[in-house]
Nanobody, 125 residues
Framework: QVQLVESGGGLVQAGGSLRLSCAASGRTFSSYTMGWFRQAPGKERQFVAAVRWSGSSTVYAESVKGRFTISRDNAKNTVYLQIDSLKPEDTAVYYC??????????????????WGQGTQVTVSA
């Protein structure tokens, strides 16, 4: 069992930056694929970014490439999402997720078994 707790969200002006953190419990964190998803009001939850256990392999949604950076620190059981050049359309609840199983695809919601409670990111124009 893995418990995930996100933090770092907030209200920021367009063009600003935020760093989201996701702290995980459990001794097997280092073997999990970790992902970030987001859900805007009235929309479905969508994939943002993911990183494999070693941190060397990352995947991003096209809409965030070049602005978002995912990373992990296995010693701290934490995964991060650095968000730069924020846009109003980035406004959403951001969720951290963990997958204990190796899948070729990192972007499928169904591949993630554990989820955090989410952290709100609001970007003003």
């Amino acid at each position: 069992q893995v418990q995930l707790v996100e933090s770092g969200g907030g209200l920021v002006q367009a063009g600003g930056s935020l760093r989201l953190s996701c702290a995980a419990s459990g001794r097997t964190f280092s073997s999990y694929t970790m992902g970030w998803f987001r859900q805007a009001p009235g929309k479905e939850r969508q994939f943002v970014a993911a990183v494999r256990w070693s941190g060397s392999s990352t995947v991003y949604a096209e809409s965030v490439k070049g602005r978002f950076t995912i990373s992990r620190d296995n010693a701290k059981n934490t995964v991060y999402l650095q968000i730069d050049s924020l846009k109003p359309e980035d406004t959403a609840v951001y969720y951290c997720a963990a997958s204990p199983v190796y899948y070729t695809s990192l972007s499928s919601i169904s591949h993630y078994d554990y989820w955090g409670q989410g952290t709100q990111v609001t970007v003003s124009a």
